[in-house]
T-cell receptor
Framework: DAGVIQSPRHEVTEMGQEVTLRCKPISGHDYLFWYRQTMMRGLELLIYFNNNVPIDDSGMPEDRFSAKMPNASFSTLKIQPSEPRDSAVYFC????????????FGEGSRLTVL | QQPVQSPQAVILREGEDAVINCSSSKALYSVHWYRQKHGEAPVFLMILLKGGEQKGHEKISASFNEKKQQSSLYLTASQLSYSGTYFCGTEEGNTGKLIFGQGTTLQVKP
């Protein structure tokens, strides 16, 4: 079975541009998580979904960030407009049921905002 | 509430042991441990549920003291492959909301 798939792997953009990160969770996994990783703040939980419904978005930093999950096999994280401080690695992760064990992470999307 | 990990960094020689601690100011439902190699995604090591259990994974084991809101990861007879950053993740209720600590960087030298 394929793992969690994220795209793009690397994104370089200029301040003010819109950025869209994409994630395909593992088939059959009911929960999907978006994390952001930086040296300063570590791994931050941004938002997570259960059966395509957002459960907790308290970690979303600002209104510039939005996330959607239109169906069980696809989620997006959008930043509009982007700022240099948004530069980070964004991870998507999924799990089948509520903490039966392993959270499966994608390989991450490295975002650089100039 | 982000859990606090200690130490921030550890340097070992092959064969030496290490302990990484994770503590929270809130009551915990579960504690999770992950390892991340440079440039890669975090990889699951183990999960501990409240009840004070201890788990093992080859030479890596962990304990969870829910009364003290603490967990410890024990690495025995470390190998070069153990190098990486170790994260604890805590869950305050059975909600799925997993919050990670800042990480502990472990370097094992020959």
């Amino acid at each position: 079975d394929a793992g969690v798939i994220q795209s793009p792997r690397h994104e370089v953009t200029e301040m003010g541009q819109e950025v869209t990160l994409r994630c395909k969770p593992i088939s059959g996994h009911d929960y999907l998580f978006w994390y952001r990783q930086t040296m300063m703040r570590g791994l931050e939980l941004l938002i997570y979904f259960n059966n395509n419904v957002p459960i907790d978005d308290s970690g979303m930093p600002e209104d510039r960030f939005s996330a959607k999950m239109p169906n069980a096999s696809f989620s997006t994280l959008k930043i509009q407009p982007s700022e240099p401080r948004d530069s980070a690695v964004y991870f998507c992760a999924s799990i089948r049921t509520l903490f039966t064990g392993e959270l499966f992470f994608g390989e991450g999307s490295r975002l650089t905002v100039l | 509430q982000q859990p606090v990990q200690s130490p921030q960094a550890v340097i070992l020689r092959e064969g030496e042991d290490a302990v990484i601690n994770c503590s929270s100011s809130k009551a915990l439902y579960s504690v999770h441990w992950y390892r991340q190699k440079h440039g890669e995604a975090p990889v699951f090591l183990m999960i501990l549920l409240k009840g004070g259990e201890q788990k093992g994974h080859e030479k890596i084991s962990a304990s969870f003291n829910e009364k003290k809101q603490q967990s410890s990861l024990y690495l025995t007879a470390s190998q070069l492959s153990y190098s990486g950053t170790y994260f604890c993740g805590t869950e305050e209720g059975n909600t799925g909301k997993l919050i990670f600590g800042q990480g502990t960087t472990l370097q094992v030298k020959p």
